[in-house]
């Protein structure tokens, strides 16, 4: 089902540029760190029963990073400051803005480990968390760009590729499936996570008139 035309000029706000067919696909900076600082901060004593204070601490350790320098300086056909619905979210933004169809990998997808496990006590796809700490990117060659963060210290991955057609589709591991158009932030799904529920189709800046 395509995007109204009031939900599609609500997305393009959320991407600069947009990306070409053979554009590499990548991601800087850990994904869903903005929830996982969310969860510790609300859920502080319930992840103390499992989680030592050292673990929790390195969990909302903040991702010092200024990519606006490092993207000055390559070749990018699109950018995304993923938020709300998540990485995933993002992904898939930045694909229907620009009209392509994408082949990407979950597991390439840089996420730290107190994020998996802290999501896994909520049942929570970080993948689909609150990811204000990372950037999404694509350009013309990713690797290039992903050795330019790395060399700034900055964990970086090409996750994949966008292609001709409307195909969006998500690798993990062996299976393979269809990248699903995004729903609402894994983070509403909590008692104080309300605030971050759209009321429009999809998580973004301008919910209310996200509707098609």
């Known amino acids: 089902m395509k995007l109204g035309q009031k939900a599609m000029e609500i997305l ?3 991407i600069t540029g947009k990306l070409c067919s053979g554009d590499d696909l990548v991601v800087a900076g ?4 903005e929830g996982t600082v969310l969860l510790v901060r609300n859920e502080k004593d319930f992840l103390r029963k499992f ?20 993207i000055r300086e390559e070749k990018i056909s699109a950018v995304c400051q993923p938020g709300t ?21 979950l597991r390439k997808i840089p996420v730290r480990q107190e994020t998996i496990e802290i999501c896994e006590h909520f049942d929570l796809d970080p993948y689909k968390l609150l990811a204000g700490g990372c950037i999404l990117l694509g350009c013309p060659d990713g690797q290039e760009t992903v050795s330019a963060f790395m060399e700034a210290g900055i964990r970086a991955a090409v996750i994949g590729k966008a292609v001709q057609g409307n195909d969006r589709l998500l690798k993990s591991g062996e299976l393979t499936r269809y990248l699903e158009r995004p729903s609402q932030d894994e983070i509403t799904k909590l008692p104080w996570g309300n605030q971050w529920k759209s ?14």
Do not use: C
Request: charged letters at 25%; aromatic letters at 12%; glycine letters at 14%.
């Open 12 to 14: 393009q706000k959320e």
């Open 30 to 33: 850990p994904v869903g760190f």
């Open 51 to 70: 989680f030592s204070e050292g673990f929790l601490w390195n969990a909302v350790r903040e991702p010092k990073f200024d990519f606006r320098e490092i």
């Open 85 to 105: 619905g998540g990485i995933l979210a993002a992904i898939w933004k930045m694909a229907e803005v620009s009209g392509v169809g994408l082949r990407a990998d």
């Open 199 to 212: 009321s429009g189709r999809i998580p973004g800046k301008d919910n209310q008139e996200g509707n098609i």
